[in-house]
């Protein structure tokens, strides 16, 4: 499950959670807005600077998370271009050898025909 939950915060940009939670007070206006009155405004600052810490902390989770998705697929991009490389300096160094030499020198991995 926490897997899940990292995947949702990973995965979502900052401002769908700011629209998802203006849309959330906005629906439910009713309900806090007689609360909301009663609470001294030291106490609203403090909530309303824990909801742009929150923000603030989902917007980093996400641009961490695409850095680190960008760095992992140039790491295969280029473990990719070396594989490809290496295959081609192999496949021309083989391709100047003798059918012979090959035979010899490949033998041990080479399956036996019956």
Same mark, same amino acid.
């Given at each position: 499950m926490n897997w899940l939950i &990292?995947?949702?915060l990973d995965n979502t940009p900052w401002w769908a959670w700011a629209i998802a939670a203006t849309a959330a007070l906005?629906?439910?206006y009713q309900l806090?807005?007689?609360l909301w009155a009663l609470i001294p405004s030291p106490a609203k600052a403090a909530l309303i600077a824990i909801g742009g810490a929150i923000l603030a902390y989902l917007? &980093?989770?996400n641009r961490g998370a695409s850095g680190a998705?960008?760095?992992e697929r140039a790491k295969q991009d280029a473990a990719t271009r070396k594989m490809?490389?290496?295959k081609k300096w192999i496949d021309d160094?083989?391709?100047h050898l003798s059918d012979d030499v090959?035979?010899?020198d490949n033998a041990r991995w080479v399956r036996k025909q019956p």
């Amino acid at each position: 499950m926490n897997w899940l939950i &990292g995947i949702v915060l990973d995965n979502t940009p900052w401002w769908a959670w700011a629209i998802a939670a203006t849309a959330a007070l906005a629906a439910t206006y009713q309900l806090w807005m007689p609360l909301w009155a009663l609470i001294p405004s030291p106490a609203k600052a403090a909530l309303i600077a824990i909801g742009g810490a929150i923000l603030a902390y989902l917007a &980093g989770r996400n641009r961490g998370a695409s850095g680190a998705v960008e760095r992992e697929r140039a790491k295969q991009d280029a473990a990719t271009r070396k594989m490809i490389e290496e295959k081609k300096w192999i496949d021309d160094e083989t391709a100047h050898l003798s059918d012979d030499v090959l035979d010899r020198d490949n033998a041990r991995w080479v399956r036996k025909q019956p």
